[in-house]
């Protein structure tokens, strides 16, 4: 045996990310000149090299080459012990090649991220989102799992607490949300939230935390109400048909066949004519009991066209009511959202959120400001020049607003969202973004506009 090759250390300890040497020493115990390649082996040869790459060394001499082991930040690289070797190839005789034999020891790392799929999501009863949390780390990991909400509004339960994620690996949670009280109509209500992952165990690593928001929408829909007024009105519709047509109908016919119902009982029967007076006499008085009873069969249709007519205007009347209930209506409700982004040490940026169409006015009962990324500056939400609030940027992530005096804004009027940005936020988990960037929701009723009171002459 020619060769001879030792590393210096046979056991060290790597950070995941960095990079350690370990050098070898390689002898040429032969005559000749020899040139010795360098080939690692073992699991950690995929992030391993020799430099150089091969050594040239008279006889009797010796060489030095370095090993350099570096592991990756990544959960390909496990954290324990990984053992590893170099093999020290003569280009002359490689049937004598060396392999000295080393234990790299990776020390672990955690690296967790989080995602709700969807971000945001609605619902009249609940609403419910997954958590995704990925582990980026080279060792096992708990993450706890909490939710936050800034009111009492709503109720957060997730299906699992805690999840168990493995090197490279990724679970699910789902969270369900529920409003603690039920909106049966109006304008959806946002509820904005935050879930927060926490890592357990000795590795230490921040907390992620998520931002959400959960849309509760009115559990009667928009449409029902203007259904209610148009079956009142096709209620009211068939009252006026059944008392002013179809009704006097009806009581007539049963007039005239009561007339005739009289008229056979009171005529002589063929047999019952005789040739006495006192007959005659009889027939006499049964024909003017008839002509009485004519008489009163003769009263009885004016009499019933009276009622006929008296029923009538009732119908009309009460038609003419509900119609009226009807038309009134309590005006159609409406939501809009706008975003603004502004960057900094230029001039404010405005945007329209909503315009009142022509011949309407809307009646601003809602309004939440969202400043997700955490940005500093201010925002002013304004109407038709009016400005409804000066807001800090650097106060608030989401706000809202519920004006029991709803604010009148005319037709053709605007709301509008002006946002000065004197610093960009830095949201959690996430690069720097380029400049501001606010939102807006509104929701209220549109109705139509009163028309002007006309002038006395």
């Known amino acids: 045996m020619t060769t001879a090759a030792s590393l210096d250390t046979t056991a060290v300890t790597a950070e995941p990310g960095g990079r350690i040497d370990v050098p070898l020493q390689v002898r040429n115990s032969g005559s000749t000149v020899e040139e010795y390649r360098f080939e690692v082996v073992g699991p950690a040869a995929a992030w391993a090299t020799v430099e150089p790459a091969s050594l040239s060394l008279f006889p009797g001499s010796t060489g030095t080459a370095v090993l350099a082991l570096s592991p990756p930040r990544s959960s390909e690289a496990l954290a324990g012990d990984v053992p590893f070797g170099v093999r020290v190839v003569p280009t002359s005789a490689p049937d004598e090649t060396v392999v ?56 957060l339960r997730f299906a699992r607490e805690t999840v168990e994620l493995a090197p490279g690996a990724a679970e699910l949670s789902r969270l369900t949300v529920r409003p603690a009280r039920r909106l049966w109509r109006g304008t959806p209500v946002v509820h904005p939230f935050q879930v927060v992952a926490t890592p357990m165990g000795d590795v230490p690593h921040e907390s992620v935390v998520l931002d959400g928001t959960y849309q509760q929408n009115a559990i009667l829909p928009r449409w029902l109400p203007r ?5 009142v009105a096709a209620l009211a519709a068939l009252a006026v048909v059944w008392f ?30 005789g040739a006495a007076s006192g007959g005659g006499s009889s027939g006499a008085s049964a024909g003017a009991g008839g002509k009485g009873q004519d008489a009163a069969g003769g009263g009885s249709p004016s009499s019933g066209a009276a009622a006929g007519s008296t029923a009538g205007s009732t119908g009309g009347g009460t038609g003419g009511g509900t119609g009226g209930s009807g ?67 650097q106060n608030f992530r989401d706000q809202d607003y519920h004006f029991v005096t709803p604010i009148v804004v005319p037709d053709g009027g605007k709301i509008t969202m002006t946002v000065t940005c004197t610093e960009v936020g830095k949201p959690v988990g996430s690069p720097t973004p ?24």
């Open 100 to 155: 000295p034999e080393g234990v790299l020891t990776v020390l672990p790392f955690a690296s967790i991220t989080g995602e709700l799929v969807p971000r945001g999501f609605d619902g009249a009863w609940r609403g419910n989102t997954d958590v995704a949390v990925d582990n980026h780390g080279n060792t096992p990991v708990t993450v706890q799992l909490t939710a936050q909400s800034d009111s009492s509004r709503v109720r």
């Open 227 to 231: 259904a209610l007024v148009a079956a």
């Open 244 to 273: 002013a047509l179809l009704r006097p109908v009806v009581q007539s016919a049963a007039r005239e066949e009561s007339k005739k119902q009289v008229a056979a009982a009171l005529s002589p029967s063929p047999g019952a004519s």
């Open 327 to 393: 038309g009134g209506g309590t005006g159609d409700p409406r939501s809009a959202q706008a975003e603004v982004k502004d960057a900094t040490g230029g001039d404010p940026t405005a945007g329209t959120v909503f315009t009142v169409p022509a011949g309407q006015a809307f009646d601003l009962t809602d309004l939440v400001a969202q400043n997700p990324q955490g940005d500093s500056g201010t925002v002013v939400i304004a109407a038709e020049g009016r400005t409804l609030l000066r807001l800090a940027l």
């Open 434 to 457: 380029a400049q501001c960037a606010e939102s807006v929701l509104v929701g209220g009723t549109l109705r139509p506009a009163p028309s002007p009171s006309p002038t006395t002459a």
